[in-house]
């Protein structure tokens, strides 16, 4: 993890988070900002992608902190019926997707499936 921010999700936009600004309708969310080390399932065009979760508890949004490697299970994010995460660049993951930390033993076994093939 490289960075991370505060952003609303409004209906037309995703838009940086101002708390000195007037309110913007739309749900706070946080998005991180990863270096990707290894991709076991999907294509990414770039180096880096961007990660969007809920910020906390109620909304199963996960914590990541800055400079921590993770093992991140990402899908598709979508508010109100609109997809809002560019598959080829982000993600949205939530603590009950089995994002954690880097986790060897579990990518060795997520390596291993993906060799043979196996759909997961």
Do not use: M
Not at 18 to 24: A, E, Y
Not at 50 to 62: N, S, V
Not at 84 to 90: G, P
Request: charged share 30%; with cysteine; proline share 2%.
């Amino acid at each position: 993890v490289i960075s991370q921010e505060e952003v609303v999700v409004t209906d037309s936009a995703i838009v940086k988070f101002d708390p000195k600004g007037v309110p913007r309708s739309g749900r706070l969310i946080k998005k991180y900002t990863f270096v990707i080390s290894e991709t076991i399932k999907g294509n990414f065009k770039t180096d880096t992608i961007e990660i969007y979760t809920g910020t906390g508890a109620p909304d199963c949004g996960f914590d990541f902190k800055i400079g921590e490697k993770y093992l991140v299970y990402g899908i598709d994010g979508n508010h109100n019926n609109r997809v809002f995460t560019d598959k080829d660049k982000s993600l949205w993951t939530i603590n009950c997707l089995r994002t954690k930390l880097a986790d060897i033993t579990e990518i060795e076994t997520l390596r291993q499936i993906a060799k043979s093939k196996i759909k997961f």
